[in-house]
């Protein structure tokens, strides 16, 4: 059974910094491609960040605009999102996904979900 469980979310003041971490566990992540999605209360999950299987590809939403790294670590299972010069905008549950497609922008692209992590930027 795949499980993907993601920490690291919190409480941070405007243009703090936080890393957020997700493992995985039940398949092998080393070929697949990961992502992170974000879903603020009342509005659709949307699209944040997406990494290829051996970290040579990624790719973002252009909200984020250099603010935010995605990175993974296939040998321990782990896909990282550091999140830089945060607003109150980005407030949010923050999820990672595991799916096939490349840049996989889309909800439907991936096949497993996290059960998110919150994150909250006070102004």
């Known amino acids: 059974q795949v499980h993907l469980v993601e920490s690291g979310g919190g409480l941070v003041q405007a243009g703090g910094s936080l890393r957020l971490s997700c493992a995985v566990s039940?398949?092998?992540?080393?070929?697949?491609?990961m992502a992170w999605f974000r879903q603020a209360p009342g509005k659709e999950r949307e699209y944040a960040a997406t990494?290829?299987?051996?970290?040579?590809?990624?790719k973002y939403a252009s909200f984020v605009n250099g603010r935010f790294t995605i990175s993974r670590d296939n040998d321990r299972n782990m896909v990282y999102l550091q999140m830089d010069n945060l607003k109150p905008e980005d407030t949010a549950v923050y999820y990672c996904?595991?799916?096939?497609?490349?840049?996989?922008?889309?909800?439907?692209?991936?096949?497993?979900w996290g059960q998110g992590t919150q994150v909250t930027v006070s102004s």
């Open positions: 996904a595991v799916g096939q497609i490349f840049p996989g922008t889309r909800v439907r692209d991936h096949e497993y």
């Open positions: 039940g398949l092998p992540t080393s070929t697949y491609v």
């Open positions: 990494i290829n299987w051996n970290s040579s590809a990624r």
